[in-house]
């Protein structure tokens, strides 16, 4: 099994399409769950070491050509963390981890158990 969380999410949601049962699905869920928050923070970090040296025009439009505004209010930090997100988000393996979520949804799988619901 793949440990690169990227390529790891790919597989998981590939594997996903083949699967119908519920404990098999909850699994590769709660893996890929683990993988996208780990390359979530990756991304961050990236985006944050990226960032630093821009000065906050040169940020804000960076921000904005993403489609995640430096919004009135928000912190710099802030607003890497919304650049961040957008960045993964868009990326291959975040939306195949968003097809395996709304496949395992369709079968009632989810990650929090019923007493939270």
């Known amino acids: 099994m793949e440990t690169n969380p990227t390529a790891l999410l790919l597989e998981l949601a590939a594997q996903a399409k083949h699967v119908s ?6 699994d590769l869920l709660s893996r890929g769950h683990r993988a996208w928050c780990k390359r979530a923070v990756d991304v961050q ?14 940020f804000a ?10 919004e009135r209010g928000m912190t710099r930090g802030e607003a890497v963390s919304a650049l961040a997100f957008a960045t993964w988000d868009a990326a291959p ?6 097809e395996l979520e709304e496949l395992a949804a369709h079968f009632g ?5 019923e007493e939270v619901l």
Do not use: F, I, K, Q
Not at 61 to 70: L, Y
Not at 93 to 98: F, L
């Open 61 to 70: 439009e960076r921000c904005a050509a993403a489609g995640a505004p430096w």
């Open 21 to 26: 049962d519920t404990d098999t699905l909850h």
């Open 93 to 98: 393996a975040a939306m195949a981890y968003t």
């Open 45 to 58: 970090a990236g985006v944050g070491r990226e960032t630093a040296s821009l000065s906050d025009a040169e």
């Open 109 to 113: 799988v989810c990650l929090l158990g």
